[in-house]
């Protein structure tokens, strides 16, 4: 457990150790949220890739992309089609 002591400012430092664990880099930033009564925060960039996942989820084999090499055929003949 960390703690971090808020400023004049409303601002707060989060610890290293927690910055490290949430992949927090300088210019990101954080969503907070309330659940129940207790306050989260996540690295929205962590929140929008599971999102995006989520939402493209079937997405591959509903394009006809059934393994790996699927997709490297596909971008072989887009490659070529953009040489003319």
């Known amino acids: ?3 971090s002591t808020l400023s004049s400012k409303g601002q707060i430092t989060i610890p290293l150790e ?3 664990k ?3 880099k300088t210019g990101d930033k954080v ?3 309330e659940e129940n009564g207790k306050y989260y925060l996540q690295n929205t960039n962590s929140m929008l890739l599971s999102e ?3 939402a493209m989820e079937g ?7 059934n393994n790996p090499d699927d997709v490297e055929e596909y ?6 089609s953009d040489k003319g």
């Open 1 to 3: 457990m960390e703690l």
């Open 22 to 24: 949430m992949n927090l």
């Open 52 to 54: 995006f996942q989520s």
């Open 75 to 80: 971008i072989k003949m887009l490659r070529k």
């Open 31 to 33: 969503f907070f949220f």
């Open 18 to 20: 927690i910055r490290q």
């Open 59 to 65: 997405a591959a084999k509903e394009a006809g992309f």
